[in-house]
C-alpha cells in the first residue's frame, strides 16, 4: 500500500489535502489523472445504477440541511464512536476498533463508568500507537457529525447546521418530491453521489477512512415486506459490477453484518482484499426497513406514506439502500489494477485498469521530436482524437520512456507517428502505430479510422 500511496502522489493521481501547510488528517485531494479515473468510475456507476435501469432515477441534493434531519436520522443521538487518549503523546484511539470485535455496540447514551467496564482500555494493554505508552484516559463518547455556523449569526455556535454524516439523507429528504413530480412507481430507485463529512478520531488507511468523502448510494424503494428478492438481486448486482469492470473476483467476497442496527432487516458488506490491510469493506448493502421515512414523517410533520396509484393502498415503503465511498471505489480499482512486470531485464509498473476506466485513453507521440513534418502531423491527430476522448500528447525522451509514462498511469492505447505516416511510396502511408498497453504488441491502423478503432 506504501508503494501505491507514493505512486498515487508522484503521478498525479492523489494529493495530502493542505499539504504546503503540512497536510491535514483525513483530507484528500484529487489530482490530474485521479480526478479522471474518479469521473470515469462514477460514469460507470451512473451506467449501471441510473442510465440502465428502467425505474431509477437521480438527484443531487444540497450539503446543508435543517438540523432536524440529523435528529430524526438518529445521527445526533447515536452517531459516535468511544475515544480515549494517550495521557503522555495525547494520540486519540477509537478503543472499540483497539479492543477488535468484542461484540458490543458502544452507544451514546452509555455513562462513562458503562464505557469504561465495557471498553476497559487500560486492562487491554493497548500500546499508544505514537509513542509507545499504555495509559489511556477513560473512554468517553464523541459523535462523528461536523458541525457548522451556517446561518448562525449570534457567534456563540448555539444553533449549529450540520455537515452531512451519510450523504443518503438528501434522498430521504426528497422522496415526497420525486413521487409527486415524476412518474416513478413503487418499486423505484433514486441514486446519488454526495458529500459525506465525519469527525473519524483516527483516519487511516489513506482514502479508506477520511473525514471528507463522497457516497454513491442508491435506495430502493419496494412494498413493505417485498424485500426479500430484490435485496438478493441488488446485492449481486453491485458485486458483479466490480468484477464486470476488472476487479479480480478472488479479491472481493461479501460479509454478513454480525450485529444489526435496532431498525435493520439485514446488512451485507462486499470486501476487497487492500494490499497490506486485507479484507475491508466497501460498499454497504443494507436493508432498513420504513426506519427513515417513519423518522422524517414523525420529526417533519408530513406525511410520507405513499398512495398506490392502482389499489389506492397507503403504506411507508421499505428501503433497500447500496452506499459506497468513492474513495474506497478508487483504491479499490486501483489497487488491484497496480502491476509491476518483468519485461526482459527491466520491470515496467503498468496500471491494468479496464479501459473505461482509464484516465487517458490514447496518448499521441511523434516518434521523434525534432522532426517538425512529425511532431505536426501528431498534434493533429491529437486534437482530432480529443474531440472524443481525453488523450494526451508526448514528444519527451525516447519513445520506451513515453510508453513506461503511459503505461503507469494506463493508457490503453499509443499512437506513434513514424517516417511510414508520411512517406507516400511505404505501404504503411497514412497509417500510425498503435501500441497496446497489455501486450505492448504495435499494429497499423488507417489514420481515418483512428477514432473508431481506439
Ligand atoms: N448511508 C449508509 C452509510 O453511510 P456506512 O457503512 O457508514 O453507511 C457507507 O457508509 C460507505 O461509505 C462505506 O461502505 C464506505 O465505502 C464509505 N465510508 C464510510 N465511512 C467512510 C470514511 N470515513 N472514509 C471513506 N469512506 C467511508
New binding site residues.
Given amino acids: 500500500m506504501d508503494e501505491i500511496i507514493a505512486f498515487c502522489k508522484r503521478r498525479g493521481f492523489v494529493y495530502q489535502g493542505s499539504e504546503i501547510y503540512g497536510g491535514m488528517a483525513g483530507l484528500y485531494d484529487f489530482g490530474p489523472y485521479g480526478v479522471q479515473l474518479l469521473n470515469n468510475i462514477k460514469t460507470e456507476w451512473r451506467r449501471a445504477n441510473v442510465q440502465m435501469k428502467q425505474n431509477y432515477v437521480e438527484i443531487d441534493s444540497a450539503i446543508f440541511k435543517m438540523p432536524e434531519t440529523w435528529v430524526a436520522s438518529g445521527h445526533v443521538g447515536g452517531f459516535a464512536d468511544p475515544l480515549s487518549e494517550c495521557k503522555k503523546c495525547h494520540t486519540r484511539i477509537r478503543v472499540d476498533k483497539e479492543l477488535g470485535k468484542i461484540g458490543v455496540e458502544a452507544d451514546e447514551k452509555m455513562s462513562e463508568k458503562e464505557l469504561q467496564e465495557i471498553f476497559d482500555v487500560n486492562k487491554a494493554n493497548i500500546k499508544c500507537p505514537h509513542c509507545g505508552a499504555k495509559d489511556w484516559t477513560e473512554p468517553k463518547m464523541f459523535n462523528l457529525l461536523v458541525k457548522s455556523n451556517l446561518g448562525d449569526f449570534t457567534g456563540k455556535g448555539e444553533t449549529p447546521v450540520y455537515l452531512p454524516g451519510?450523504a443518503?439523507q438528501g434522498i430521504y429528504l426528497n422522496y415526497k418530491n420525486i413521487v409527486d413530480t415524476t412518474r416513478v412507481k413503487v418499486p423505484f430507485g433514486v441514486a446519488q453521489i454526495g458529500k459525506a463529512f465525519?469527525n473519524?478520531i483516527s483516519p487511516r488507511n489513506f482514502l479508506?477512512?477520511?473525514r471528507e468523502?463522497e457516497?454513491a448510494?442508491t435506495q430502493y424503494f419496494v412494498r413493505p415486506h417485498e424485500n426479500e428478492e430484490a435485496y438478493q438481486k441488488i446485492k449481486q448486482e453491485r458485486f458483479d459490477w466490480y468484477v464486470n469492470l476488472g476487479v479480480k473476483a478472488e479479491n472481493l467476497r461479501f460479509k454478513q453484518h454480525e450485529h444489526l442496527v435496532f431498525y435493520a432487516n439485514d446488512a451485507w458488506?462486499i470486501e476487497y482484499n487492500f494490499p497490506s490491510y486485507g479484507f475491508d469493506?466497501?460498499?454497504?448493502i443494507?436493508d432498513r426497513t420504513d426506519y427513515d421515512l417513519t423518522q422524517h414523517m414523525k420529526f417533519s410533520g408530513v406525511d410520507l406514506n405513499y398512495t398506490d396509484p392502482t389499489t389506492g393502498e397507503k403504506y411507508i415503503p421499505w428501503i433497500l439502500?447500496t452506499?459506497?465511498?468513492m474513495?474506497?471505489m478508487f483504491l479499490t480499482f486501483l489497487s488491484d489494477a497496480y502491476t509491476v512486470e518483468k519485461v526482459g531485464d527491466n520491470e515496467r509498473v503498468v496500471l491494468k485498469l479496464d479501459k473505461r476506466l482509464a484516465p487517458i485513453k490514447a496518448a499521441v507521440f511523434p516518434l521523434l521530436k525534432n522532426k517538425p513534418e512529425l511532431v505536426e502531423k501528431a498534434r493533429e491527430i491529437y486534437a482530432k482524437l480529443s474531440e472524443t476522448m481525453m488523450c494526451e500528447f508526448d514528444d519527451n525522451g525516447n519513445i520506451g520512456k513515453r510508453y513506461r509514462r503511459q503505461d503507469e498511469i494506463g493508457t490503453p492505447a499509443c499512437v506513434v507517428v513514424d517516417f511510414d505516416t508520411l512517406d507516400e511510396n511505404s505501404p504503411n502511408f497514412g497509417t500510425v502505430a498503435v501500441r497496446d498497453r497489455d501486450t505492448m504488441e504495435q499494429t497499423r491502423v488507417k489514420t481515418e479510422d483512428l477514432e473508431k478503432v481506439l
Fill in positions: 451519510e443518503c465525519r473519524e479508506f477512512r477520511c468523502f457516497q448510494d458488506d469493506e466497501v460498499e454497504g443494507h439502500e452506499s459506497v465511498g474513495g474506497r
